[in-house]
Structures are given as C-alpha cells and as structure tokens.
C-alpha cells in the first residue's frame, strides 16, 4: 500500500512537471523558430524589402525624434495617420498579390479573391480591417487616451504591418496561432528595442526645460492646494503638516527653477 501510494505522488509529481514545462517547450521549440523565420523572411525574399525598409527606417527616426523630444507624446492625429497607414499598406499589399497571381483581368482577381481561394487575401483583409478599426477608434476617440495611443503607436503598428507583409509575400509561414504567438515576441522585442533607442539619443535642451517646466507647474499646483487646505484646517496636527509640505514643495519648486535657470544659460 506504502508502495502504492509513494508510485501515485510521483505519477503526480512527473505529470505537474511536464504540464510546467509544456508552455517553455512550445516558446523554445515552436515560437523561437517561428520568430526566425519571420525575421529572416526578407533575406530569402528581398522584393519584401521595397514595403519594409521605408516602413523600418520610419520607425527608427520617430523613435530617435520622441528619444530627442521627451516632452512631447502622441496625439490623437499622430495615432489617426498611424492608423490609415495601415489601410494604404493594406491597398499595397492588394495591388501586390494581384501582380503575383497573374491574373489578367482585375475583375477575375477580386471575384476569386472574394470566393477566398487565395488564402492570403483574408490575411490582407484582415489588416484592412484592422486599419479601419483603430482609424474610426481614434477618429471618435472612443477609447482612453494611454490605450489607444499605445495601440495606434508606431512600434505596434509596424510590427503588425511587418508580420503581414511577411506572410504576404512569403510561402512557407501560415497565418496560425503559432505566427499570432511568435508576432507577439517580435512587438515585445520591438517596443524594447524603441525604448533602447530612445534612451540613448540624447535630450535636447529645449525639451529638458519644457519636461522640468511642465513638473514645476504640478509642484506650484500641489503647493496652493496644500496651502488652501492648511488654512482650512482645524487640527492642529493636521496643519502642522500640511505647513511642512507647503515648504517642502516650495523648496522643490526653487530646485526646479534652478534647474531650469542653468539650462537656460
């Protein structure tokens, strides 16, 4: 019966293991080489690199401007152009598999590609799709601000657009679960390396002043509204501190100045 037992909980042992390490076997084994094809996908097709290097070489310089600007953000416009973006890549990538089929009359391309014989025509339509989705989102502005710029940004809008492109104009990668898993690790890897860059361009001067002004003007805020409260207080302790924190912010309002006036010199 000890036997038994002791069989039975390493039974259980050995299967809680293997369920642990299915998910680091299928990153390791499925994703990790999906991911490289992906990537090495334009040297194997270098007629990809027309649509990817003016896309890539974009994205680099905007990251290396708000790496500069650090004061300015994304904005609904910006976020809006991100998103038609994806509707011209869309139209391009048409007109693309259009010329790979062969087809001589536009009509007879559409009419098979509306009857979804051409597998890659539901991959393009889905981006088009997805463009409209984000342009009509930031057009109302239906979503809040820090997710819809995030989701409108340049980072994911080209990692998806460079996935699609991929899939477009290679024969060998499936749209699956396993390229939606692997477009994943390529935005992850992309929003990492964004903020690399963006790290290492140095700050200019004009937008250190607008970030220091911009924290001062808090400060001055936060100040008043603790003076208010401190003239309004009953407590003794209580006014006892917010007279504390009135000078403590009052005093990082004068470093902030200070900073501001060295910059300016």
């Known amino acids: 019966m000890a036997v038994e037992n002791i069989t039975l909980v390493l039974n259980e042992s050995l299967a809680r293991n293997a369920t642990m390490s299915a998910p680091f076997d299928y990153a390791l084994n499925t994703v990790v080489p999906r991911v490289k094809e992906l990537i ?7 007629d990809m690199l027309w649509t990817l290097a003016p896309m890539i070489i974009a994205l680099v310089l905007m990251q290396m401007y708000f790496g500069r600007n650090k004061d300015e953000a994304l904005g609904w416009n910006t976020a809006f152009g991100n998103s ?5 890549i869309s139209s391009s990538l048409l007109r693309q598999l259009y010329i790979m089929s062969g087809t001589g009359r536009v009509e007879d391309f559409l009419m098979s590609a509306l009857l979804f ?3 890659k025509f539901l991959i393009i ?3 088009f799709l997805y463009g409209v989705l984000l ?13 819809a710029f995030f989701m409108m940004s340049g980072v994911p809008i080209n990692a998806t657009a460079y996935v699609v492109i991929v899939l477009v104009n290679s ?3 499936l ?14 890897l992309v929003y990492v390396l964004s903020v690399l860059l963006k790290t290492i361009v ?3 001067v004009a937008s250190k002043i607008n970030r220091l002004e911009k924290r001062k003007a808090i400060v001055e805020r936060s100040e008043q509204s603790a003076k208010d409260k401190a003239e309004k207080a009953k407590l003794q302790l209580r006014r006892k501190y917010l007279e504390w924190e009135v000078k403590r912010l009052n005093e990082k309002a004068k470093e902030l100045s200070e900073r501001i006036g060295r910059l300016r010199k």
């Open 117 to 119: 014989n051409e597998p």
């Open 84 to 88: 038609i973006a994806l509707i011209f």
């Open 175 to 188: 749209l699956d679960r396993h390229t939606l898993s692997a477009g994943v690790v390529i935005l992850v």
């Open 135 to 147: 342009s009509t989102i930031s057009f109302f502005h239906w979503l809040p601000e820090k997710l």
């Open 125 to 127: 339509a889905l981006l």
């Open 40 to 46: 090495l996908a334009p040297a194997e097709h270098p």
């Open 202 to 204: 140095p700050q200019s």
């Open 171 to 173: 024969d060998n990668i």
